[in-house]
Nanobody, 126 residues
Framework: QVQLVESGGGLVQAGGSLRLSCTAS????????MGWFRQPPGKEREFVAA???????????YYADSVKGRFTISRDNAKNTVYLQMDSLRPEDTAVYYC????????????????WGQGTQVTVSS
């Protein structure tokens, strides 16, 4: 069982930056592939980024085209934390952001993820 808690959301102007954090409970954090998803207002949840578990390379990453080059996912296994650095934010990045964990592989399908956080709101003003 893994419990995930996100933090770091807030209100930022277009072009600004935010860093989201997701801290996991338990001692097996490094064995999980971690992902970030988001749900814009009135829309379905969508994939943002994922990072491999330590038993893979631990540094392999995967991004949605819409955030590639602007967002960076990273992890600190000693702190049981995964991060999402978001730069050059746009109004269309406004959403509730969720982190998620699973052991299957470096995937983008939300249905593959077993554990989810409660979400953190990110609002980008124009």
């Amino acid at each position: 069982q893994v419990q995930l808690v996100e933090s770091g959301g807030g209100l930022v102007q277009a072009g600004g930056s935010l860093r989201l954090s997701c801290t996991a409970s338990g001692r097996t954090f490094s064995t999980y592939h971690m992902g970030w998803f988001r749900q814009p207002p009135g829309k379905e949840r969508e994939f943002v980024a994922a990072i491999a578990a330590n038993r893979w390379s631990g540094s392999d990453t995967y991004y949605a085209d819409s955030v590639k080059g602007r967002f960076t996912i990273s992890r600190d296994n000693a702190k049981n934390t995964v991060y999402l650095q978001m730069d050059s934010l746009r109004p269309e990045d406004t959403a509730v952001y969720y982190c998620a964990a699973q052991i299957s592989g470096l995937v983008r399908r939300a249905s593959e993820y077993d554990y989810w956080g409660q979400g953190t709101q990110v609002t980008v003003s124009s």
